[in-house]
Structure formats: C-alpha cells, structure tokens
C-alpha cells in the first residue's frame, strides 16, 4: 500500500505563487509515477502534471506550461508542484497520486493511490 498526504493549499492572489507538497510512504516508488490532478467546483478532475519517480521525466497539461513545475525529492520520497503566476482559474482541489507504470498518464482512473486533496483559490 502506499500513503499520500498533500499540504501547501491556501489562498494567493492572482500572480502569486504556492508551493504543493505529496509525502509518500509504504512502498518504493523508484518505478512509479506520481501526477497532480485538480478538480474544481461542477468540473471533472483534470490532470495537471506528472514525473517519473526514476529519471525525472515530467509532463504538464498545456494550460500550466511555464507557469507550474513538478518535481521530486527522492530522500524525503516527497513530490512538489510549484505553481507560479497563479491564476483564478487555477482554482481548485488539488490531488496527488501514484501508478506504477509510465503509460496512461492523464487518466485519472489508472492511477492506484490517491491523496486526501489540498484546496487552492486564487482570488482576482
């Protein structure tokens, strides 16, 4: 079993930026994948990024390219999404989870593990 526990939600005015955090726990992740989808109110959870726990490959929804960045730190086996120039569309529960294979990485449903959420609202 794998756990996975978000923090770093809040509420940040429009330009600014947060912090997103995934702790890990259960199991090595050295072949998982470990994405960041959303869901925001009356919407379908959406996938936002994703990265290779092994090698580092990443991959984003092309609405936070340049703007959002996924990242890793292997001895803390904790996941980041950093998230700049916030916008209020951005809006949003943001989960983290995990799936042991890098295929079918924007599909909500092949994922295995799934954190609690961490709100985010990013005011105009």
């Known amino acids: 079993q794998v756990q996975l526990v978000e923090s770093g939600g809040g509420l940040v005015q429009a330009g600014g930026s947060l912090r997103l955090s995934c702790a890990a726990s259960g199991r090595t992740f050295s072949s998982y994948a470990m994405g960041w989808f959303r869901q925001a109110p009356g919407k379908e959870r959406e996938f936002v990024a994703v990265?290779?726990?092994?090698?580092?490959?990443?991959y984003y929804v092309d609405s936070v390219k340049g703007r959002f960045t996924i990242s890793r730190d292997n001895a803390k086996n904790t996941m980041y999404l950093q998230m700049n120039s916030l916008k209020p569309e951005d809006t949003a529960v943001y989960y983290c989870?995990?799936?042991?294979?890098?295929?079918?990485?924007?599909?909500?449903?092949?994922?295995?593990?799934w954190g609690q959420g961490t709100q985010v609202t990013v005011s105009s």
């Open positions: 989870a995990a799936k042991n294979k890098w295929s079918s990485l924007k599909s909500q449903y092949e994922y295995d593990y």
């Open positions: 990265i290779r726990w092994s090698g580092g490959s990443t």
